[in-house]
Nanobody, 127 residues
Framework: QVQLVESGGGLVQAGGSLRLSCTAS????????MGWFRQVPGKEREFVAAITTTAGSTYFADSVKGRFTISRDSAKNSVYLRMNSLNSEDTALYYC????????????????????WGQGTQVTVSS
């Protein structure tokens, strides 16, 4: 069992930046692929970014490519989402998630590929 706790959300002006953090419990963090999804009320949860266990591969939604980066620090059991050039469409509740099984180019966008979810951290971008 893995527990995920997100932090770093908040209110930011358009064009600004935020860094979200997610800390995982347990001693097996390095064995999980990690991801970020986001959701706005009335819409389905949307894939944002993912990183494999060794950080050998990263995946991004087209809407955030070139603006967001994802990284992980196994020594801190943490994964990070750096968000630059934020706009109003990035406003959402952001969820950290962990996958027990390897991600690949087919499944990384699918919520069902992930096994554990945090409670979310709100990001609000004002225009």
């Amino acid at each position: 069992q893995v527990q995920l706790v997100e932090s770093g959300g908040g209110l930011v002006q358009a064009g600004g930046s935020l860094r979200l953090s997610c800390t995982a419990s347990g001693r097996t963090f390095s064995t999980y692929a990690m991801g970020w999804f986001r959701q706005v009320p009335g819409k389905e949860r949307e894939f944002v970014a993912a990183i494999t266990t060794t950080a050998g591969s990263t995946y991004f939604a087209d809407s955030v490519k070139g603006r967001f980066t994802i990284s992980r620090d196994s020594a801190k059991n943490s994964v990070y989402l750096r968000m630059n050039s934020l706009n109003s469409e990035d406003t959402a509740l952001y969820y950290c998630t962990a996958a027990r099984f390897p991600l690949n180019s087919v499944n990384y966008e699918e919520p069902d590929a992930y096994d554990y979810w945090g409670q979310g951290t709100q990001v609000t971008v004002s225009s």
